[in-house]
């Protein structure tokens, strides 16, 4: 199995530690795996808002630098719920179409191709609240959502459940947006930093040591805001998690 | 910072009256954090500057900067969210109810013709007089002339978001009608020449304290007696015999039936009923995408709009009007106002489905933190992000950017219109017809460009301690500075991935 390994554009930059573990963790499960040099972004920033001509060559891109693998997985469910759900600024060839069907956020492949059951490596004494990025939740559906009545399910609590130690504490709005939402986090700073720092606070009154999600963005913005709160909760990936690294 | 507006030839959104008392201009205060001691002042809403775009997060952060208002409004709407979840949790059938309502609202508004007059003639087979009115204009005119013919000069009316749209009391004002809200919500905006700030709970962004004040200065209630049962009191003493020596009724619609030609209008409060049956004339205002089939499918939606609304299972009222008392007179307007235009959208047109549940706003986290009226608009939160640039896509063009397009909105739609879906696609056609601010779209071609090109993008992260300058050229360009007004910065690394797996793996990806 050949799986082309997405490294997003923030996490190439910020958190290359989640590059690492996500690569890792791939080849601990035996798939072969390669990082296409050439590779950028996908293209969501200027998606998002609102201007898909000038994303058309990034998707390109994108599609040139992963179209030969059966599989391309990434770390990031906001990203990813792009190439699939929202990749309409390219023509819509069979290697688009490839590349859309055959993107995976890492926590849907181990659960839903690779079918992992366990991690034996992995150890996680703490207490630790679950962050799923609303892309991966609305988008890619990796769990069932409070708004929707549908069978309670979770991919990344499965995974998690697998972890020796790891004891998953619950906040009281688990489906609130933490106001990051990409390029809003920027234009429409003042509200994205109140969301944040009211996703923050939930996360600290919970008990959490560690939160955790499969998407850094998200958490590169709650953490900043945990900080301007003061507040002593630590962010990881989940990625680094289920890779056992040490914390 | 606000204070600035103070002396500006502005008017605060909901603001319907230039004249407003000075002693109600106090919204500019509200950016001051607290008063050296009493309640809270409230936060008034967006800036309107004529035509120009609305500042949605100007007003966000005044309405912000008021903690006990804040921390009210997000609380209170989180408990109608909390209790729509369990109500859904009742009904097995809950997602089969919403794509049935959705299929129904399909029909329907591919069907409208038909259907208008199906209702129109059996509306008027009832003894009801029916009109058609092409816009706010039309609608505002026939009504003041059905008033004029009948002499009435008060007018009772119970909540409508169409006559806001109309921007209907200050027509009536013009036209020497004097206009009594009965809805409670909808009076104390009314009395504090305010719009509502919520499609359901007109007043939800005030405090107790603000309500007071209000009535202090309008009904002369106790300034300082914020006692709720005392408050309604003062209000029903006050409005009770404008109500009962009213001359003319008229209320809303939320579902005009075109099997029976009859209209629906569910509230808690009765006053529909109040405002239709208390004098000799009832005049009901109906959007055209109000109608349904027929009783059958009415069922739907009444089972849907309370749970969704407000979490409880049905509206206390669910008064069905099918033509006018013996001796009274029953007008029924019917208004387009952009509707058939937003019909022939092929995005957006799904967005006439809204039943006005509110459900949305109640979900939204931008909505809970802002207040309804920092949209600058008649429609606010994530449905009104996709309805008001239909109205005017340049005063509107800011609002489909305030979302984060996480898409619990439209998770809870009853009639499962994609509204976030919808906001992006808003996005799109904004920054096509040049309706966003030019730095935005240079910067976004810069990172267009500079994302397409390896060669480029490597080459503006080349150091690990530029990882700084990095984000600011792709993400943010020169607005970096906005990051750390809430937040940290995040903790920049040594070497990008790429740089490590170069190092460690070299270029074909080998470990070294």
């Given at each position: 199995m050949r799986v082309g390994l997405f490294v997003p554009c923030y996490v190439d930059a910020f958190h290359p530690e989640v590059g690492q573990a996500t690569l890792e963790l791939l080849e601990r499960f035996g798939c072969e795996v390669d990082y296409p040099f050439d590779q950028t972004c996908c293209g969501q920033p200027m998606t998002n808002t609102g201007c898909h001509k000038e994303s058309k060559a990034t998707e390109e891109l994108f599609v040139r630098n992963f179209k030969d693998y059966d599989y391309i997985v990434g770390p990031s469910g906001s990203c990813v719920n792009h190439v699939r759900n929202n990749f309409d600024a390219v023509e819509q060839t069979d290697d688009v179409k490839h590349v859309r069907t055959q993107t995976y956020e890492l926590v849907e492949f181990l659960h839903d191709v690779l079918k992992v059951d366990g991690f034996p490596w992995a150890e996680f004494p703490h207490k630790v609240a679950l962050h799923n990025n609303c892309n991966a939740l609305r988008g890619l559906n990796i769990a069932s959502m409070t708004e929707l009545r549908e069978k309670t399910f979770s991919k990344p609590r499965d995974l998690l459940g697998m972890v020796k130690g790891l004891e998953l504490v619950d906040i009281t709005r688990p489906d609130e947006c933490c106001g990051f939402g990409g390029t809003f986090s920027v234009f429409e700073e003042a509200i994205s930093a109140r969301m944040g720092q009211d996703k923050a606070r939930d996360q600290a009154r919970a008990g959490a040591e560690y939160v955790t999600s499969s998407d850094s963005s998200c958490m590169m913005h709650q953490e900043g805001c945990a900080k301007r709160l003061n507040l002593p909760t630590k962010y990881i990936h989940i990625a680094q998690i289920l890779n056992g690294e040490p914390v | 910072?606000?204070?600035?507006?103070?002396?500006?030839?502005?008017?605060?959104?909901?603001?319907?009256?230039?004249?407003?008392?000075?002693?109600?201009?106090?919204?500019?205060?509200?950016?001051?954090?607290?008063?050296?001691?009493?309640?809270?002042?409230?936060?008034?809403?967006?800036?309107?500057?004529?035509?120009?775009?609305?500042?949605?997060?100007?007003?966000?952060?005044?309405?912000?900067?008021?903690?006990?208002?804040?921390?009210?409004?997000?609380?209170?709407?989180?408990?109608?969210?909390?209790?729509?979840?369990?109500?859904?949790?009742?009904?097995?059938?809950?997602?089969?109810?919403?794509?049935?309502?959705?299929?129904?609202?399909?029909?329907?508004?591919?069907?409208?013709?038909?259907?208008?007059?199906?209702?129109?003639?059996?509306?008027?087979?009832?003894?009801?007089?029916?009109?058609?009115?092409?816009?706010?204009?039309?609608?505002?005119?026939?009504?003041?002339?059905?008033?004029?013919?009948?002499?009435?000069?008060?007018?009772?009316?119970?909540?409508?978001?169409?006559?806001?749209?109309?921007?209907?009391?200050?027509?009536?004002?013009?036209?020497?009608?004097?206009?009594?809200?009965?809805?409670?919500?909808?009076?104390?905006?009314?009395?504090?020449?305010?719009?509502?700030?919520?499609?359901?709970?007109?007043?939800?962004?005030?405090l107790r304290t603000d309500v007071a004040e209000v009535f202090s200065k309008t009904i002369g209630s106790d300034p300082n007696n914020s006692d709720v049962s005392y408050l309604t009191e003062q209000q029903r003493e006050h409005t009770r015999p404008l109500i009962l020596n009213a001359d003319a009724g008229m209320t809303g619609c939320n579902f005009a039936v075109a099997e029976t030609g009859s209209v629906v209008v569910c509230t808690n409060e009765g006053n529909a009923d109040l405002s239709a049956n208390t004098t000799g004339l009832h005049i009901v205002s109906v959007g055209i995408e109000k109608i349904i089939p027929n009783l059958n499918t009415l069922a739907v939606f009444v089972r849907m709009l309370s749970r969704s609304a407000l979490g409880s299972p049905i509206t206390q009222y669910t008064s069905h009007f099918r033509g006018p008392r013996r001796g009274a007179e029953m007008h029924i307007v019917i208004v387009d106002n952009g509707r058939t235009e937003r019909l022939g959208m092929e995005k957006f047109w799904t967005s006439l489905k809204c039943i006005r549940c509110g459900a949305c706003m109640n979900t939204c986290p931008v909505f809970r933190r802002s207040g309804g009226l920092s949209y600058g608009a008649t429609y606010a939160g994530p449905?009104?992000?996709?309805?008001?640039?239909?109205?005017?896509?340049?005063?509107?063009?800011?609002?489909?950017?305030?979302?984060?397009?996480?898409?619990?909105?439209?998770?809870?739609?009853?009639?499962?219109?994609?509204?976030?879906?919808?906001?992006?696609?808003?996005?799109?056609?904004?920054?096509?017809?040049?309706?966003?601010?030019?730095?935005?779209?240079?910067?976004?071609?810069?990172?267009?460009?500079?994302?397409?090109?390896?060669?480029?993008?490597?080459?503006?992260?080349?150091?690990?301690?530029?990882?700084?300058?990095?984000?600011?050229?792709?993400?943010?360009?020169?607005?970096?500075?906005?990051?750390?007004?809430?937040?940290?910065?995040?903790?920049?690394?040594k070497e990008t991935f790429h740089q490590w797996y170069k190092r460690t793996r070299g270029v074909n990806g080998k470990k070294k």
């Open positions: - | 910072m606000s204070l600035e507006h103070q002396d500006a030839p502005t008017t605060p959104a909901g603001r319907t009256n230039d004249g407003a008392p000075a002693s109600l201009t106090h919204g500019a205060g509200a950016s001051v954090t607290m008063p050296p001691r009493g309640p809270e002042p409230q936060p008034r809403g967006a800036v309107v500057r004529g035509n120009r775009p609305i500042d949605q997060e100007e007003a966000a952060k005044r309405f912000m900067a008021a903690p006990e208002h804040l921390a009210m409004h997000d609380q209170r709407l989180w408990d109608l969210r909390q209790k729509r979840d369990r109500q859904k949790d009742t009904i097995e059938e809950w997602e089969e109810l919403r794509q049935l309502a959705s299929d129904i609202k399909t029909h329907t508004l591919t069907h409208l013709d038909t259907y208008l007059e199906q209702f129109e003639k059996n509306a008027t087979a009832n003894g009801v007089k029916v009109r058609w009115a092409k816009d706010a204009a039309e609608h505002n005119s026939i009504v003041a002339g059905i008033l004029r013919s009948k002499n009435a000069k008060r007018l009772i009316k119970s909540k409508s978001m169409l006559t806001e749209e109309c921007g209907f009391r200050e027509a009536m004002a013009e036209a020497g009608v004097d206009v009594v809200e009965t809805d409670l919500g909808e009076r104390i905006q009314q009395l504090d020449n305010e719009n509502p700030s919520h499609v359901v709970v007109p007043a939800v962004h005030k449905i009104g992000l996709i309805i008001d640039p239909t109205f005017n896509r340049h005063k509107y063009s800011t609002l489909p950017f305030s979302s984060t397009m996480n898409g619990s909105c439209t998770n809870v739609c009853p009639v499962k219109i994609n509204i976030h879906e919808q906001i992006a696609s808003w996005r799109q056609v904004l920054a096509e017809t040049h309706e966003i601010p030019a730095f935005k779209k240079t910067m976004m071609k810069a990172a267009g460009m500079l994302l397409a090109s390896p060669k480029l993008y490597r080459a503006s992260l080349p150091m690990a301690d530029s990882a700084l300058r990095y984000l600011p050229r792709f993400v943010i360009y020169n607005k970096m500075n906005t990051w750390t007004r809430g937040r940290e910065m995040p903790h920049i690394p």
